[in-house]
């Protein structure tokens, strides 16, 4: 992919281990249990750490957190992974992260910098208006945007999320697209508003 010669590259928000429904503990894949064993010094089988897990006392919490810690640690492999991949192509070259809310809100941040290598870390922005119609949930979007930027830190180069075209199962129209990039430059002082060329024939 770095091959080709981007302008840049952004890890998509669906690279990620949580919020995947139906899928709760995600990933439980023989890797990720190994990944768990090592990161937590135990000797567990998949069934025991669920099961440990379900029990309301202090030894299912630290297992529950470490199973969260071991995730979040092996997406930082990735990140690593995927930089060094980068690297060998052409270390200029820029690649951000794709910003997914919840307790990864932070996680991000600490991807993105590993993405970003020896350059300037980016991170766009939760914040497309997919399947809008009409104005209602546009104050909403925009605090959205303006809480996770106020999070993070100001060294980080933002884009935003107005991004409905060619993605035609989300799209939404040219004036909402365009409200959009403006609100998230005044909302959540947003860097680049990261847009396609929008669909013109809306
Ligand atoms: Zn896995």
Redesign the pocket.
């Known amino acids: 992919m770095a091959a080709s010669r981007p302008v840049f590259l952004l890890v998509d928000d669906d690279v990620r281990?949580n919020n995947h429904l139906p899928t709760r503990w995600?990933?439980?894949?023989?890797?990720?249990?190994a990944?768990f064993n090592q990161f937590a010094h135990r000797d567990m089988s998949r069934e025991a750490i669920f099961q440990a897990m379900r029990v309301k006392d202090e030894q299912a919490k630290t297992i529950r957190d470490a199973w969260f810690e071991s995730g979040d640690s092996?997406l930082m492999v990735l990140a690593k992974v995927i930089r060094q991949a980068i690297d060998e192509v052409d270390p200029h070259l820029r690649c951000g992260k794709r910003l997914e809310g919840g307790r990864h809100l932070l996680l991000t941040e600490l991807f993105a910098r590993e993405l970003g290598g020896k350059t300037k870390p980016m991170v766009r922005l939760a914040g497309a208006m997919y399947l809008h119609s009409g104005y209602s949930g546009f104050a909403q979007v925009m605090a959205s945007l303006a809480m996770q930027r106020n999070l993070m830190a100001d060294d980080i180069e933002y884009l935003c999320e107005a991004d409905s075209f060619p993605q035609t199962l989300y799209s939404t129209s040219c004036k909402t697209l365009r409200e959009c990039v403006a609100g998230s430059i005044l909302a959540a002082k947003v860097d680049v508003p990261y847009t396609w060329i929008p669909n013109t024939t809306e």
């Open positions: 281990l995600c990933c439980a894949c023989p890797l990720h249990l990944f092996s």
